[in-house]
């Protein structure tokens, strides 16, 4: 099989370079009553991050991108809407599943990476035929989550790093897989929903399988509710789930802090904006739209994939 080797030389550097550059010229205004020293740090980080980026985009190059129209039968704008009876039935469905095959297997996160980066590596590679290498290096933090406080990790797309910012329970293995499809190249929301969903859920590992399935409640739950906290919160304790999945699920909707709160409301906006400007439908895609491109894809007589991909 072809295989392709993307450095992501910016990931292992020991801080984010985007910090760096942003923060040290003002950290040394501070420290050392000057700017120059920071500046000149600033420029070199510039440097390294600029350096592996253009590495990396010469080596996708020659990727074979997945054509999801083709694959899957639908893609952004091809979806059609998943009716809230068949919502409710799949909530149900997945609650059963996640009571049955509950596992409270913790892996660290180092090992977890690596398992994860594998299996999406080995998903992408049975669609393209091409197996894709890239960094399983993950961040704890970055100023990202001073900008989305709303935002569980992040991918900065073009040098390709990735930070955590929280112990996202048993939701880790999706977070981390969503924003390692970023690292691949696929930039738009929708794709690394999917492609994090299929990859975890053909792994075989019980622990990658719970992540993928309550991912995938989570955002029909938050379709049913919309912005509505107490009933999204209603509606997990009508599930009748396991006091740990439960825990799991209602932690994603806490009470925001004054400045989460504020934050959050104006930097969403922005990103919805940011997301429709480049084609997509707006923050929407990470729960309706993924929920409608499962099914979508379930439902379609075109797609070159097979439908139980998408089966509860």
Known sequence: ?????????????????????ATAPLASRLLLGATLPGRVVSAAAFGMYAGSAMKDWVSRRDMRWIDFQREFGCDVKTLQEMPDSVRRDDIEKLARR??????????????LAVSVNAHLTEFIAGVTGQRVHTSSEVRDFT???????????????????????????????????????????????????????????SSG???LVQSALAERLHRQLKVLTAED??????????????????????????????YEGSVSVVMKRLYDERMKLTGQNGISDYDEGFTNFLWTFSNSGQARQEARLAAV
């Open 1 to 21: 099989m072809d295989e392709i080797r993307i450095p992501n030389d910016a990931t292992y550097a020991p801080f984010s370079l985007t910090d760096v550059i």
């Open 98 to 111: 996640l009571n049955d095959g509950w596992t409270d297997e913790k892996i660290p996160r180092e090992d």
């Open 143 to 201: 100023l990202a989550k001073l900008v989305f406080p709303f935002a569980m990790g992040v991918c900065d797309i073009v040098s390709g790093d990735v930070a955590l910012f929280r112990d996202t329970g048993i939701f880790e293995p999706h977070v981390i897989c969503h924003e390692f499809v970023h690292r691949k190249g696929y930039w738009k929301e929708l794709h690394a929903q999917g492609l994090s969903y299929f990859s975890l859920m």
């Open 205 to 207: 590992d019980p622990v």
């Open 229 to 258: 906290a107490q009933a999204y919160h209603d509606l997990v304790d009508h599930l009748g789930m396991r006091k740990e999945l439960a825990e799991e699920l209602h932690s994603l909707r806490p009470d925001p802090g004054a």
